[in-house]
């Protein structure tokens, strides 16, 4: 059984660049989440997927937005980046419907200079 | 919406001491999950316990659902267990991970 995979693993871009973040889920999970770990904070949710459709948004701008795919990974995609958008980008998976918990990756450290 | 609330903020403890850390949240929940977050980053989950209790090694945790509350137990300290320990939840039909700000522990040999 293969975890929740993420890349890259770190990242720097320059103000106003757009960044795209990917993800693969754990096998036989088909809902994927996307939080934003600032510095010395707990995870803020960003969005959910599910069959490829987003269910579930946080308070994040449109700039920020994402796919899924039919093998249920993920991108997270990020336009005209700001320097606050500088965190740890986590990934995290589950199936839908029952009573387990999520798997989170080993996140995406983003660096906007 | 829910809030959670985690305490203490910091804890320090020498080597082979036990510890508790506690979770509070403010409304019913129907997932509640302990997670360990290591210097690296990576979040790795310890428990999924929205009520009972369950124990894993030197770990267990404790949920008391109606009384909105969840204990993680740590017992002979390592310093491997350093790091950020974060309690989250969902409510309701949102599916949606709410997390508390965490405890910070730091274990010294």
């Known amino acids: 059984e293969t975890g929740v995979t993420q890349s890259p693993t770190h990242l720097i871009k320059t103000r106003g660049q757009q960044v795209t973040l990917r993800c693969s889920s754990q096998s036989g999970h088909n809902t994927v989440s996307w939080y934003q770990q600032a510095l010395g904070q707990g995870p803020q949710f960003i969005f959910q997927y599910y069959r490829e459709e987003e269910n579930g948004r946080g308070n994040f701008p449109p700039r920020f937005s994402g796919l899924q795919f039919p093998n249920y990974s993920s991108e997270l995609n990020v336009n005209a980046l700001e320097l606050d958008d500088s965190a740890l980008y986590l990934c995290a998976s589950s199936l839908a419907g029952t009573a387990y918990g999520y798997t989170f990756g080993s996140g995406t450290r983003l660096t906007v200079v | 919406g829910i809030q959670v609330e985690q305490s203490p903020p910091d804890l320090i403890l020498q080597e082979g001491a036990n510890s508790t850390l506690r979770c509070n949240f403010s409304d019913s929940v129907n997932n509640l999950q302990w997670f360990h977050q290591n210097p690296w980053g990576q979040l790795i989950n310890l428990f999924y316990i929205p009520s009972g209790t369950k124990q894993n090694g030197r770990l267990s945790a404790t949920t008391v659902a109606t009384e909105r509350y969840s204990l993680l137990y740590i017992s002979s300290s390592q310093t491997t267990d350093s790091g950020v320990y974060f309690c989250?939840?969902?409510?309701?039909?949102?599916?949606?991970?709410?997390w508390g700000l965490g405890t910070s522990l730091a274990v010294n040999p």
């Open positions: 989250a939840v969902t409510a309701g039909n949102n599916r949606k991970l709410i």
